[in-house]
């Protein structure tokens, strides 16, 4: 199983980033759970957002209302529009995802981390 993240880079604060990642594998029968935690320097990693199969929400409170999280089942893909960015939006952002495999067990896997920096 491999996640592919990509849409990380620099933006000016105020400006807006889209982050998409890709669950491939041929074991992959489908994948519950998505979502995406970051690392601030110097910080412990957050959970950002979460999106379910069915497609329920939940975002940590720093980001409501500025980023979005969206999932395309068929191509079992997850993004994440990030609006009006601040400087502490700053760190590497990791997908996840909770894949069910062929025989049907849950396991949770993350990407490789892309970096994002805002500047102010």
């Known amino acids: 199983v491999q996640l592919q993240a990509f849409g990380g880079g620099s933006v000016q604060a105020g400006g807006s980033r889209r982050l998409s990642c890709a669950i491939t594998?041929?074991?992959?029968?489908?994948?519950?759970?998505m979502g995406w935690s970051r690392q601030a320097p110097g910080k412990q990693r957050e959970l950002v957002a979460l999106i379910t199969s069915t497609g329920i929400t939940n975002y940590t409170d720093p980001v409501k209302g500025r980023f979005t999280i969206s999932r395309d089942n068929a191509k079992n893909t997850v993004s994440l529009q990030m609006n009006d960015l601040k400087p502490e939006d700053t760190g590497i952002y990791y997908c996840?995802?909770?894949?069910?495999?062929?025989?049907?067990?849950?396991?949770?896997?993350w990407g490789q981390g892309t970096l994002v920096t805002v500047s102010s």
């Open positions: 996840y995802g909770k894949v069910i495999d062929l025989v049907g067990r849950p396991k949770d896997y």
């Open positions: 594998g041929r074991s992959v029968l489908s994948v519950n759970d």
